[in-house]
């Protein structure tokens, strides 16, 4: 009888853990979905940022805004294929010149959100794509992989604005998740016409720094956190440990510029410090403003980081 009542328990245990996981590999999914999936052909759209309400990326998001309707004679329309059939598209802001930025911008953001951005360059002689990534704004797709196949688009950007529209000097600046776009496509592209990366607020891993806005949120992490991967895996066929700048930083060699805020609490000193190290370009600088948030710091002094660029430009 005793050996009995312990079978029927552990069955009854067994049978109530396979359906905890179960039910947590479903919350898991929902989570991914509200996350890193766009739920309808118009999500993640340019109508608005990615957190209205919020009064600095409202104000950032107007103010460039502002400045792409005074340029807006400069624009052209853009498309390009991905490697998958996606279509994606950008806006150039053509002055003529040979140099381009492509700007980068974050997870949930289209390229209105680079606008902000966008002065600096044309201010240096500098053209200015923006370029809403796949699943963002009127490119195509459903999924963000995070910057591991947005990366792989990127290089098709910098080839065809290359090979198509004769740009002889090419540029990339992330923000953010674009940051980390940035770090896997200039450490894969080897052609000697990229020559200079921004980083604006860069972060060791994505995997981190999702764990981070999870835990701030009031989330336990296990086990759905964990299992969201399962799932990153499941949809999109790649790795969320290759959404990883540190893995790829050692193999730079452009010259590279990291931009941190101080009051960043998702990249932390000690991380920004491993990441600079590690950065194998024999070129690199590191500047930290002192009153930026995370993602925030033009915002919090848009005359030195204007001029930051500048020279930045000056000598590359």
Known sequence: MPEIIITILIILLVLGLVFYFSFTFLVARIVYKKTLQREKPDGWSREQCSE??????????????????????YIKELEIKSKDGLKLVGQLFDYGFDKTVIILPGRRE???????????????????????????????????????KEADDVILWMVYLHEELNQKSLYLHG???????????????????????????????????????????????????????IWFFFLTGCRIKDASPIKYVSYLTTPVIFIWGEKDVYCLPEQNDLLFDKCGSKNKQRVVFENAAHSRVRLSDEMRYDALIGEFLAKN
């Open 52 to 73: 209205p309400g919020t009064e600095e990326l409202e104000m950032m998001w107007q103010r460039g805004v502002d400045w792409a309707k005074t340029q807006a004679s």
């Open 110 to 148: 289209t390229l209105v959100y680079s606008y902000y951005y966008a002065k600096p360059y044309k201010d240096n002689g500098v053209n200015v794509l923006v370029i809403d990534q796949r699943a963002h704004g009127l490119s195509e797709g459903t999924y963000s992989t995070c910057g591991i």
């Open 175 to 229: 923000i953010c998740v674009g940051s980390c776009v940035a770090s896997i496509a200039a450490s894969k592209f080897k052609e000697n016409y990229l020559k200079g990366v921004v980083f604006d607020s860069n972060f060791v891993s994505y995997k981190d720094i999702y764990k981070s806005h999870y835990i701030e949120h009031g989330h336990a992490l296990f086990p759905v956190f964990y299992q969201i991967w």
